[in-house]
């Protein structure tokens, strides 16, 4: 069974950077669309970014030119590299994986990982 790990949260200070990960065991990362969602306290779930199965990367308005993401198949990891992070981007980050970047087709969740930009 298909199981997803993110982890890489923390304390941010504005204007800094962190890398956020999504490992999956019992499958390989190649074969499935990856997402970050995030959910700042108070606020709906927010869709950050996808990678399909083929490398594509797609991402939110409000990350665009900030956020990257990227895939490691040797490593079976998809990462989320945030730079200039702002105070906006506090929020639980979870990552899913599915045959495609669509909600309905993201099945599998990570736990989440909390990520506070402060200083």
């Known amino acids: 069974q298909l199981q997803v790990v993110d982890s890489g949260g923390g304390l941010v200070q504005p204007g800094e950077s962190r890398r956020l990960s999504c490992t999956l065991s019992g499958g390989t990362v190649e074969h499935y669309a990856i997402a970050w969602f995030r959910q700042a306290p108070g606020k709906e779930r927010e869709w950050v970014s996808c990678i399909t199965s083929g490398g594509t990367p797609t991402y939110a308005h409000s990350v665009k030119g900030r956020f990257t993401i990227s895939r490691d198949n040797a490593k079976n990891t998809v990462y989320l590299q945030m730079n200039s992070v702002e105070p906006d981007d506090t929020a639980v980050y979870s990552c899913?994986?599915?045959?495609?970047?669509?909600?309905?087709?993201?099945?599998?969740w990570g736990q989440g990982t909390h990520v506070t930009v402060s200083s």
């Open positions: 899913a994986a599915g045959q495609l970047c669509v909600l309905p087709y993201l099945q599998h």
